[in-house]
């Protein structure tokens, strides 16, 4: 069962656009929400992540917005650059009783062009 | 470099054999993730160790089975292999043993393919 759906599966933006993904989660009890950043040949990496305590959380260029009564959240990646060409994996899971596993998103293939 | 090394980074055998995925953790890690990426799934939680304990399992099927070591290096086993089990085998450690609390440090990965 698919609990975290992200869309769109590829996304073609213009250098200095902005760059949107978004997830959706089903289980209420998800109480943690990382993106990762994945190149070709490498492994994903942590990118920024959110509680849904608060509705935003903004690194650099990267921010996160949460609604928590729709259940969905998205990434913003601003004055995009090529250098952000790569998979963005959306995931969830839940801390509070001690949660080990990550729920992944299928991930989004960003391609910022000159 | 994250720092996890997975070894070996390609391997093509074919249906019906065994393969042993090996993973070193960064150092100062005692939990280890494996995890399984393909095209229609996408990320896969297979299963977790915490200091040579199985803490955690997911999706992994009966023909593939893991274990930690005392160096707390890692071996994912897949045994009786068929076409769809072709796909990026993930490790990934953390210092602790909560995923969702923790960094996760992934590697590079090894690239399986059943022929």
């Known amino acids: 069962q698919q609990q975290v759906k992200q869309s769109p599966q590829s996304l073609i933006v213009q250098k200095g656009g902005i760059s949107i993904i978004n997830c959706a989660y089903e289980n209420t009890a998800f109480d943690y929400f990382p993106w990762y950043q994945q190149f070709p040949g490498k492994g994903p990496a942590l990118l920024i992540a959110i509680r849904p305590d608060v509705s935003e959380k903004k690194e650099g260029r990267f921010t996160i917005s949460f609604n928590k009564s729709a259940k969905q959240f998205s990434l913003h990646i601003m004055d995009s650059q090529p250098g952000d060409s790569a998979t963005y994996f959306c995931a969830a899971t839940r801390v509070t009783g001690g949660g080990n596993k990550l729920t992944f998103g299928t991930g989004t293939q960003l391609k910022v062009e000159l | 470099d994250s720092g996890v090394t997975q070894t070996p980074k390609h391997l093509i055998t074919a249906t019906g054999q065994r393969v042993t995925l090996r993973c070193s953790p960064r150092?100062?890690?005692?939990?280890v993730y494996w995890y399984q990426q393909s095209l229609d799934q996408g990320l896969q939680f297979l299963i977790q160790y915490y200091n040579g304990e199985e803490r955690a399992k997911g999706n992994i099927l009966e023909r593939f089975s893991a274990q930690q070591f005392p160096d707390l290096h890692s071996e994912l086993n897949l045994s009786s292999l068929e076409l769809g089990d072709s796909a990026l085998y993930f490790c990934?450690?953390?210092?602790?043993?909560?995923?969702?609390?923790?960094?996760?440090?992934f590697g590079s990965g090894t690239q399986l393919s059943v022929l």
């Open positions: 990934a450690s953390s210092e602790g043993d909560r995923a969702s609390a923790e960094k996760l440090f």
């Open positions: 150092s100062g890690d005692l939990s």
